[in-house]
Every structure is written in C-alpha cells, then in structure tokens.
C-alpha cells in the first residue's frame, strides 16, 4: 500500500443490502421470496490500498461490487465514492462519477465487443465520456497498450486474436482508459492459466504504484488475494464475517470460516502446518438463509446460541472484526508436525503461481 493510503476513504460502503425478488407464474407475477444477496455489508477502502473480498461462489462478492458501481440499484444502505453518496446523483453526474470507477472482469473476451478493434474498444471510455478528439484518443490507446505490457500497433487488431491474458490486458488498459481511482476487479485472473495469473497480478500491483489506484479485488482464490491484497473481508452466504489487515487475517483468523478457507493453503515449513478444516456440504441457499449465524450449519465449533442468534461483527483489535459469538474461545486451527495433510491440488497451485510471481516472465 503507498503511503497516500492513509488519507481519507477513496469509498466508504455502509449498511448495503441487496435482496432480489424470486417471482413465480407467467401471466401474473407473484414474488414467493427473497435472495438475499447482500446484507448489511459495511467497509471502507483508502486510496491506494486493496481491499480484497474473499468467499466461495454465490456469497454476493460480484453483486457488492456492482452495487458499488451501481450497475444495479441497492435494497439499502450507501455507497459514498470520495465523499459522495452515490445515490444522489443524477443520472448525468452518475456518468460522470464513472469516469474514475471502473471494473475489470473475469472474462475479458466476453466483455469486449468482438466486433470492435482494440483501438476502438481502448477508444470508447473516452468517447463515453467526451475526452479529447479521434486523434487524441488513438494516441492514447496506443500508451495504454504500452503501460498494459503490449504493442502500439496491437491497437488494428481484433479480440481474437489475442490470447487469455493479453486479452486481460486489452481490459485492464480500457479500465484504465479514462483515469479512474478505483477499480473493481472481478476475479480478473480466476479464468487464467497459473502462470499468467501472476503475470496480470504483477501488472495490477505495478499500475496500482504508477497511478496510485484503489482495487477491490474480488476472489475465491486466497493464493492470489494473499499476494495483492492490504486488507482482506471474507464473506459467507451475502454477510461479511471477518475483516482485518492481510497480516492478522493470515497469521490469527478468528472466524471458523476463515480458519477453513486459510488451512487450505499450505505452508512451506510441514511444522506449521495446520490441520485442515474441513466445510461440510455446500453453501446453503441465500433465498432460505440459516437462523442465528449463517455459517452455523457448517461451523465446527457451533452451539446452541449460533442457531438463535445472529453474531454481530464484533471488533477483536483495532482493524480486525469479527462475526462469531466464541471467536474468544474457539481454538486456534491446530498445528501439524506432519506433512502431506494440506490441500494437495491447492499447494500446487500456490507453489506454481510463487514460482511464477518470481519469474516475472514476459506476457
Ligand atoms: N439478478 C439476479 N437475480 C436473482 N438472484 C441473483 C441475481 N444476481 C445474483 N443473484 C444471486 O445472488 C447470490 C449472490 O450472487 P453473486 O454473483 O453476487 O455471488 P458471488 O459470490 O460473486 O459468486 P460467483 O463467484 O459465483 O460469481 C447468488 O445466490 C445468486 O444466485
């Protein structure tokens, strides 16, 4: 994180709820229900500094981030974006306001028109927002395909012809078009071959430093969280249950569910390695969430209280909450003096993505 990570929140998200209607019958519509996406979800993150959301699929990771954008509306609860509370604009300053927010997604084919050259696709932003003329904005697509890590005159080219992660770059260098302070990336390498994984999180880090951008990067993936983040929210089932700085967060979580998701990751020194906790069956569904504490139904250490009462996000130090009645009692994940119990597939995964990330190899 650079050092202007410590002045005021470039966005400051409190209360947000997200629930989406389930409707029933063709003619008449009638809503049975609600998924509840998102709940009560509160955080903030400095300029500068990533802010990493973590959790497995359907948490509601990519519903917060377009919440933030607002690419869609939220049920409650603000999104402020350098001090203004988005949901007072109009529609003509909420334009303008997303000039300086973008978002980068998992599928960059997907999200770039195949049909458009990249300089017309890097050119776009810019249109949208009636920055410079068409000399101008050519000019610019061409630096932009230098400071992603391509060439100038990759700008006459189709998508297609352009392979997984350089096609991640064509999407890193439109979000970077129009001079934002935040990005929102959506799991921007989960679709991507380890090796060019730490190529594109090189990049993010590297333009995070040039630009002094803000990220808040969604992921399921905690070996590439680990290495981008500063501070880290893990969520479950819409509710964030945990927050802290990625130190802390690695070195002493406190909620089972972190605990589980962290001893996945194996740790080089078999000494320090802790015995895996296992989560028992799937996600439940966000449409009939458990009572009391979601994670209860899945929670090794639940009791009583945990089905009746739902925790709040307790502060256990400065920077760290917590949403478990017992994170003061449960036990720390136990440590192992023997091997070959981690995630075997995942310390794969790891050790290529290190191994990689050290290379720095050219993309
Ligand atoms: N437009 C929608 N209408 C109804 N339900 C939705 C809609 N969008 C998302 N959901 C539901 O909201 C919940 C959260 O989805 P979301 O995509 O935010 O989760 P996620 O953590 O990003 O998961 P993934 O990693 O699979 O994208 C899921 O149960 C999903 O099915």
Redesign the pocket.
């Known amino acids: 994180m650079s050092d202007a990570a410590n002045s005021a929140p470039v966005l400051q998200v409190d209360g947000l709820v997200k629930h989406?209607a389930v409707t029933r019958g063709l003619i008449r519509r009638k809503t049975i229900g609600l998924?509840r996406?998102v709940e009560d979800v509160s955080f903030e993150i400095a300029r500068g500094e990533t802010l990493a959301l973590v959790?497995e699929?359907?948490?509601?990771?990519?519903?917060?981030g377009r919440l933030i954008l607002r690419l869609m509306d939220p049920t409650a609860g603000s999104v402020r974006f350098k001090g203004k509370e988005i949901a007072d604009l109009d529609k003509d300053a909420l334009r303008r306001m997303r000039r300086h927010m973008q978002i980068i997604f998992q599928d960059p084919y997907a999200s770039l028109n195949p049909r458009m050259t990249v300089g017309e696709i890097l050119a776009e932003p810019l249109r949208v927002h009636e920055i410079g003329d068409d000399a101008s904005r050519a000019a610019r697509g061409r630096e932009l395909l230098e400071i992603v890590g391509l060439l100038p005159e990759h700008a006459r080219r189709y998508p297609h012809q352009f392979s997984g992660g350089q096609r991640q770059r064509i999407g890193i260098a439109r979000a970077l078009a129009a001079n934002p302070d935040l990005i929102v990336c959506d799991?921007p390498v989960s679709a991507l071959d380890v090796s060019i994984q730490a190529q594109i999180v090189n990049l993010l880090q590297n333009l995070q430093q040039r630009f002094g951008l803000s990220y808040l990067f969604?992921a399921?993936d905690l070996a590439v969280v680990k290495h981008i983040s500063d501070r880290v929210a893990v969520m479950y089932l819409g509710k964030l249950v945990e927050i802290a700085d990625k130190k802390t967060l690695y070195d002493r979580p406190l909620h089972p569910y972190t605990q589980a998701l962290l001893a996945a990751i194996p740790k080089p020194d078999p000494a320090l390695r802790t015995k895996r906790v296992m989560l028992q069956g799937d996600v439940p569904s966000?449409f009939r969430p458990p009572t009391g504490c979601r994670f209860h139904t899945r929670c090794p250490h639940a009791q009583a209280r945990c089905s009746a009462e739902e925790p709040l996000l307790r502060e256990a130090a400065p920077g760290h909450r917590v949403a478990c009645h017992f994170f003061e009692t449960i036990p720390a994940p136990t440590i192992l003096a023997r091997a070959g119990l981690a995630n075997g597939k995942f310390a794969a995964r790891l050790a290529a993505f290190e191994a990689a990330k050290t290379a720095r190899a050219p993309g």
């Open positions: 989406f998924v996406a959790g699929s359907g948490c509601g990771k990519s519903t917060t799991e969604i399921h966000p």
